[in-house]
Structures are given as structure tokens and as C-alpha cells.
């Protein structure tokens, strides 16, 4: 805009000079000096007008419209616009992309055009803590579109991942990933770049060649860190003399994928590079889809930087109670269906002691007919105090309530 206005300005000012350089040369300098005058309010102007503040009153008015209260809406309406940051020294992340990015916190945004548009995917994540650039990459600090998305901006090597490329940043906090038989919810290229490389067309796994994060062998390059390379410096280490279309790292890997023959088909020497043999890798036939799987899966290989305060903890399994040998015998709702008095009978561990119906310890009488030789009076005297019946007893008293004991007696006195 501001480009167009100062290329108009010198047309102007050139048909100024030579309209009435031979008739009246003061009309020249009258404007010469409005259009000075004219560049530098444009300037200041276009200085106090950045792109973002008219995101942040367009979503102003978006939002005002969505809301019902009067005085909600007054609110909405002094709120400043300023730039807004997320920020967290922790993980180094300091995103100012929700100056633009405005509605990814509220739901109602949810049909919303981008950028206001409500962050639907991902919402296990408290992005307030962690920012967004941790996902997408691109460049946090910067207000303007074209810096902060910084595509094809030089000297900037994490540029704002395609939409569909998210997924490459998921193991940066998820090394379970890389666990046997895991799956991530909502990174379902992983999921199918992990199965691919286990079982595929071929039956070779990956790590046949390949080593994976210490996993695997080493006749082929360790792929643990493979995207942790800048764009420049795979360019400097890879052949993009075969690729189609843009030659980029992205093009090189799916490509490859897709066709590694053709992509490294081997060159004879030169007077500065030893000649190189056609690579080994099997064309495995993927399709695209799977290709491009792949790829996400191997870019996102990369060094480890995140502190590990926030990656990801598998939730610990639910730790089984210390269940007796009984209760893992039986399921929960059969031990539920259980007399009381048996439910007691397993929950204190009675059997370390005493065998029943065929299980438990030896180091005491079998309880399995004692209720043919003992009486209820006895069996309650006995568990109130074992001593008081049998002297000499290694039996502890059970603190028991009188109900517990009224149960287990029942139960006891019914095995004859
Ligand atoms: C100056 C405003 C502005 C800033 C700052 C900004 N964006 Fe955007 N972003 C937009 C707009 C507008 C769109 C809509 C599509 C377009 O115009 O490219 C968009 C689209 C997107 C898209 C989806 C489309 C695509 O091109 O892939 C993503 C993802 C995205 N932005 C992420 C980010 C992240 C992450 C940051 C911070 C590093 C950021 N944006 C900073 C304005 C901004
Ligand atoms: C935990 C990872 C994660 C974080 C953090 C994250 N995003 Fe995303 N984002 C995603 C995923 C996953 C998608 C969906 C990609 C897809 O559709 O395949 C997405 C999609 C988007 C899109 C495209 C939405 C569309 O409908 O086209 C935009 C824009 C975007 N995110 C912006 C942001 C902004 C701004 C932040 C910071 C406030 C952020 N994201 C934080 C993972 C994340
Ligand atoms: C900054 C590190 C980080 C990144 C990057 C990240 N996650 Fe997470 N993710 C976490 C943490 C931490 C949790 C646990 C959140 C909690 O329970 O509070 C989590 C939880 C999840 C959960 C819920 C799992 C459960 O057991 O409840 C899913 C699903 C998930 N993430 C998917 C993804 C996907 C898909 C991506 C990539 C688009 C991604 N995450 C990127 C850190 C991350
Ligand atoms: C028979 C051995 C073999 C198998 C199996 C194999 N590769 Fe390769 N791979 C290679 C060799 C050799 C190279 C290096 C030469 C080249 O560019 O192809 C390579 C290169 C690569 C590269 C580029 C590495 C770099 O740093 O340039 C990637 C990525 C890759 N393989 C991924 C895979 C994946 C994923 C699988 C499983 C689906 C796989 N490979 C299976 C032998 C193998
Ligand atoms: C540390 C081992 C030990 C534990 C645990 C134990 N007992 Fe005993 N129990 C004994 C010994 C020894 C005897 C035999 C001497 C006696 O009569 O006290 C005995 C005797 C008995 C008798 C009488 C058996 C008979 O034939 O005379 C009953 C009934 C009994 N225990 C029930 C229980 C119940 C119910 C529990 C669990 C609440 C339990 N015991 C826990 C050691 C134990």
C-alpha cells in the first residue's frame, strides 16, 4: 500500500516537473514539498496502523455481536488493543501469535474465519502455558503475518509447519511414540508411519537398516535426529538433483519415500565426490498417503530440548491393591457377590494361615469344616481374644467390629 502510494507520489511529481518546469518552477517545489509532507504522514501513519490492529477490531466487533449482556459488551468494548503474549521461560517460548490469532480460547468462535477462528484440535493442551510456536513452529516474537509465519523468510530455520506437517512437533514431549504398541490420539500419521515401519508390503522393518532412537542397526543412516536439520544444511548434505517440484527437504524425504531408487540412484565420481553406489533402501510401494505419513514421522525426529517438566507423563496404570491371591482369583463383582463374612475372611488375609476349600497357607488348621468342630460362642471368644481359648495361639487378634465378627462367624459356623 504504502509502495503504490510512493510510486504515485513520483509520477505525480515527475509530470509536476516537466508540466511546469519551462512555464512556473515555484508550482514545481509546491509539490515537491506537499508530497514530502504527504510521504511523511503516510509513514507515521502506516507506523501507528500495523496489520494486527485491524485483526484485533475486527475481532472486537465479531465479539461484541456474540455477546448478549449490556455490560459484557461495554467491557469487550474498553478493552486496549495491544499486543498480546503467551509466555513461558520454562520451555524458552514467548508467542505473540494470539495478537492475531484472537479466538483460539473461546468456543464461540468455532465457525469463525482464521484468524480469529477457536483452536478446536489439541485441547489437552493448556496453551496459555505452552504458547504455540512448540506445535507450528514459526517465529513467536514477531506481530507482522509474513515474519512470524516467517515462510521463505531467510536466516529463520523453524517456519510455520503446514497445517497438515503439525504432527512432525507431537514427539518433542510424546516419547512414548516411540514405545511398542502406543498410539497418540489426534496424530494419526504417526500411528500409521509407526505401524508402516514395523509392518509393511515388504515385512522389513525399518530398523532392519535403520537405527531409530538407539533401536536398530547401523547400515543405514541413524534416523533419530533426522529433522533436526535445517533446511541449508540438508541442501548441503542430500542430492535434490532428482526431486520434482520445489527442492526442499520435504520434497527429498516424501519422494524418497515414494521412489528411493530414483531419488538416490547413485552417481559415478567426480573430480571432487567419490562415486556412489544406488541406495539400498527397498521401494516398500507406499502411497502417497503413506508416504507423506513417513515423512511427518521422520521430520519430526529430533533432538531432545524440551525440560522434561512438560512432556508428557503417561497417567500411572491404576496400581492394583494389594489383593489377596484369593481376590485375584476371583473378579471384583464375584468377590461383591460374596457373604460378608468371606469378604472378610479374604480382605484380612486370613488364608496366609489357614487353607479353605482347597487354597491357602498350611501353618494353621484348615478351615474348610470348622464349623463342625466349633461353636458360634467359641469362634466369637476366639476372635475377640484367640489366647483366651487357645493358649499359646500365634494367631493375632483382628480388631474387628462386632459386626465383622458377627459376619465371619456366620460364614465359619456355616462350613461343616
Ligand atoms: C499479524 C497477524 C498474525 C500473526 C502475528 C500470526 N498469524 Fe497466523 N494467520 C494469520 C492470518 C490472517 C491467517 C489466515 C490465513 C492467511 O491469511 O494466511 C493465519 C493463518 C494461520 C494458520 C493456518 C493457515 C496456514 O497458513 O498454515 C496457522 C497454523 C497459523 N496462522 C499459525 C500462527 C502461529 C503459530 C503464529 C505465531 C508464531 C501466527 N500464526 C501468527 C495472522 C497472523
Ligand atoms: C499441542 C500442540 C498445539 C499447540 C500448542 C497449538 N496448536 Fe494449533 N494446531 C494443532 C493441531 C494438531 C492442529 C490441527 C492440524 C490438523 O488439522 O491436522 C492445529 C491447527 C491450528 C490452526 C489451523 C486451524 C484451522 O482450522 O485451519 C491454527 C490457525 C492454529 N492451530 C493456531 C494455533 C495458535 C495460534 C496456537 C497458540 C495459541 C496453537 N495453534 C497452539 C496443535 C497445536
Ligand atoms: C510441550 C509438550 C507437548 C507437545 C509438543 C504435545 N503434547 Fe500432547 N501432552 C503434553 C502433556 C504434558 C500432556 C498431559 C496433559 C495433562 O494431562 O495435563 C499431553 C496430553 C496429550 C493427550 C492426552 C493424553 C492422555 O493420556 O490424556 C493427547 C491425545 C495429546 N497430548 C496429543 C498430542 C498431539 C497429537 C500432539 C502434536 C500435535 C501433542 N500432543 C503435542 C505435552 C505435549
Ligand atoms: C535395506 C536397508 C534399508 C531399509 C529396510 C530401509 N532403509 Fe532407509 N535408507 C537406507 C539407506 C542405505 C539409505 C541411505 C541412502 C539413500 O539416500 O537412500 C536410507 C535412507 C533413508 C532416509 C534418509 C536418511 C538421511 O539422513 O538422508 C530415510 C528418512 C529413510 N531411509 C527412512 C526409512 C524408513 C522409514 C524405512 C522403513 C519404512 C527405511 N528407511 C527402510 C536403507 C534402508
Ligand atoms: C498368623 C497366622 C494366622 C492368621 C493370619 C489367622 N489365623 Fe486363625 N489360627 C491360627 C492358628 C495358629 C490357629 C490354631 C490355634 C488357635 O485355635 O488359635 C488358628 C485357629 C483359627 C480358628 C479355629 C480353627 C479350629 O479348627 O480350631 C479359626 C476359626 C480361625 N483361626 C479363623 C481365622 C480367621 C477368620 C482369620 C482372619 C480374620 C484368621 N484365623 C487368621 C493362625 C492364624
Given at each position: 500500500m504504502l509502495n503504490t502510494i510512493i510510486v504515485l507520489a513520483l509520477i505525480v511529481n515527475l509530470a509536476a516537473l516537466i508540466i511546469f518546469w519551462r512555464k512556473d518552477q515555484n508550482n514545481v517545489y509546491a509539490v515537491f514539498i506537499i508530497t514530502i509532507v504527504f510521504l511523511f504522514g503516510a509513514t507515521v501513519y502506516k507506523d501507528s496502523e500495523p496489520e494486527w490492529k485491524k485483526y484485533q477490531r475486527e475481532?472486537?466487533?465479531?465479539?461484541?455481536?456474540?455477546?448478549?449482556?449490556?455490560?459484557?459488551?461495554?467491557?469487550?468494548e474498553a478493552a486496549p488493543i495491544e499486543v498480546k503474549q503467551l509466555w513461558n521461560q520454562g520451555l524458552d517460548v514467548a508467542d505473540r501469535c494470539i495478537t492475531c490469532h484472537l479466538g483460539y480460547d473461546t468456543p464461540e468462535f468455532a465457525d469463525a474465519p482464521l484468524p480469529y477462528k477457536y483452536h478446536a484440535k489439541a485441547r489437552?493442551?493448556?496453551?496459555?502455558?505452552?504458547?504455540?510456536?512448540?506445535?507450528?513452529?514459526?517465529?513467536?516474537?514477531?506481530?507482522?503475518?509474513?515474519?512470524?509465519?516467517?515462510?521463505g523468510i531467510p536466516h529463520w530455520d523453524n517456519p510455520l509447519?503446514?497445517?497438515?506437517?503439525?504432527?512432525?512437533?507431537?514427539?518433542?514431549?510424546?516419547?512414548?511414540?516411540?514405545?511398542?504398541?502406543?498410539?497418540?490420539?489426534?496424530?494419526?500419521?504417526?500411528?500409521?508411519?509407526?505401524?508402516?515401519?514395523?509392518?509393511?508390503?515388504?515385512?522389513v522393518p525399518c530398523i532392519t537398516c535403520h537405527a531409530i532412537k538407539g533401536v536398530g542397526e547401523i547400515l543405514a543412516p541413524d534416523l533419530s535426529e533426522f529433522g533436526s536439520r535445517t533446511e541449508h544444511e540438508f541442501e548441503l548434505s542430500h542430492d535434490l538433483t532428482h526431486i520434482e517440484g520445489e527442492k526442499n527437504m520435504y520434497n527429498w524425504t516424501y519422494q524418497h519415500f515414494l521412489d528411493p531408487q530414483k531419488v538416490t540412484p547413485g552417481s559415478p565420481a567426480t573430480a571432487t565426490t567419490p562415486a556412489s553406489e544406488p541406495t539400498i533402501m527397498p521401494n516398500f510401494d507406499f502411497t502417497p498417503d503413506e508416504a507423506n505419513a513417513l515423512t511427518v514421522f521422520v521430520m519430526g525426529l529430533?533432538?531432545?530440548?524440551?525440560?522434561?517438566?512438560?512432556?508428557?507423563?503417561?497417567?500411572?496404570?491404576?496400581?492394583?491393591?494389594?489383593?489377596?491371591?484369593?481376590?485375584?482369583?476371583?473378579?471384583?463383582?464375584?468377590?461383591?457377590?460374596?457373604?460378608f463374612g468371606e469378604q472378610i475372611f479374604i480382605h484380612y488375609n486370613c488364608w496366609y494361615c489357614h487353607t479353605l476349600?482347597?487354597?491357602?497357607?498350611?501353618?494353621?488348621?484348615?478351615?474348610?469344616?470348622?464349623?463342625?468342630r466349633r461353636d458360634r460362642d467359641w469362634l466369637i471368644k476366639h476372635f475377640?481374644?484367640?489366647?483366651?481359648?487357645?493358649?499359646?495361639?500365634?494367631?493375632?487378634?483382628?480388631?474387628l467390629t462386632d459386626e465383622q465378627i458377627d459376619a465371619l462367624t456366620d460364614f465359619l459356623a456355616s462350613l461343616k
Open positions: 475481532y472486537k466487533k465479531l465479539l461484541i455481536e456474540k455477546t448478549k449482556d449490556p455490560k459484557k459488551k461495554k467491557s469487550i489437552e493442551h493448556d496453551f496459555n502455558k505452552v504458547g504455540c510456536t512448540i506445535c507450528h513452529e514459526g517465529q513467536g516474537r514477531a506481530t507482522e503475518k509474513v515474519d512470524a509465519h516467517a515462510r509447519l503446514p497445517v497438515n506437517m503439525v504432527q512432525s512437533t507431537c514427539g518433542k514431549c510424546h516419547s512414548e511414540i516411540h514405545e511398542e504398541g502406543k498410539e497418540l490420539k489426534g496424530a494419526d500419521m504417526l500411528n500409521l508411519a509407526k505401524k508402516l515401519s514395523v509392518t509393511n508390503k515388504l515385512e529430533k533432538e531432545d530440548k524440551i525440560p522434561g517438566k512438560y512432556k508428557y507423563k503417561p497417567r500411572a496404570e491404576p496400581k492394583p491393591k494389594a489383593i489377596s491371591r484369593f481376590q485375584e482369583a476371583i473378579s471384583h463383582e464375584e468377590f461383591e457377590k460374596l457373604p476349600k482347597g487354597r491357602g497357607g498350611k501353618i494353621a488348621p484348615d478351615l474348610t469344616h470348622v464349623g463342625g475377640k481374644d484367640p489366647g483366651s481359648v487357645s493358649p499359646h495361639t500365634f494367631m493375632p487378634t483382628f480388631r
